[in-house]
Every structure is written in C-alpha cells, then in structure tokens.
Nanobody, 121 residues
C-alpha cells in the first residue's frame, strides 16, 4: 500500500506565492512520475505539472513561467512552487504518483486527498 499526502495549501492574495509539498510512503519498487493536478469547482481535474524520475518536467500552458515543480527521489517527495498566483488558480490541488509496486509489476496510480488553494483579495 502506498500513501500520498499533500500539505501547504491555503488562502493567498493575487500576486502572492505558495508552496505545495507531497510525500509518498509505503512499500514499492520505485516511483515513476510524480505531479500535481487541480480541480476547480464545477470543472474537470486537469494537469498542472508533472516530473519524471529523471527530472523531465511538463507544465500546463496556464501555469508555465509561474509555477515550478521539483522532486527529491531519495525522500519520495515532490513540491510545487507557485508564484504570481491568480484567482483562476483557485482549486483543490491533488498530488499524483505513478508507482511500480514491484520490478515486474504493472504500474499503479496513487492520489492524495487534495489541498485547497484559494487566491482572493
């Protein structure tokens, strides 16, 4: 079983910054990609950013240049640094981890419980 836990959400004014963190723990062979998704009220969940084990990153166009994703493979953690936040960034942010349970096993997706980010004056 793998547990994925987020932290760091909250209320921030437009133009402000927040840092989200996520830690994966449990029994597994390795973690492939890790990333962040978000779901605003009444909308579908969308990719914000993800990062491969080797460090290759991918960002949604709407956050490119404002958000930075980073990862620590030794600690099984991923972070999202969010700058110049806008009201449209308001959403529940979910951490995602694609995990290899064993060397020859099929990869499994795990999700955190979500953390609320609200951008408002």
């Amino acid at each position: 079983q793998v547990h994925v836990v987020e932290s760091g959400g909250g209320l921030v004014q437009p133009g402000g910054s927040l840092r989200l963190s996520c830690a994966a723990s449990g029994s597994f062979y390795s973690i492939n990609s890790m990333g962040w998704y978000r779901q605003a009220l009444g909308k579908q969940r969308e990719l914000v950013a993800d990062i491969s084990r080797s460090g290759f990153t991918n960002y949604a166009d709407s956050v490119q240049g404002r958000f930075t994703i980073s990862r620590d493979n030794a600690e099984n953690t991923v972070h999202l640094h969010m700058n110049n936040l806008k009201p449209e960034d308001t959403a529940v942010y979910y951490c995602h981890a694609n995990v290899a349970p064993g060397r020859w096993a099929v990869d499994v997706d795990y999700w955190g419980q979500g953390t609320q980010v609200t951008v408002s004056s």
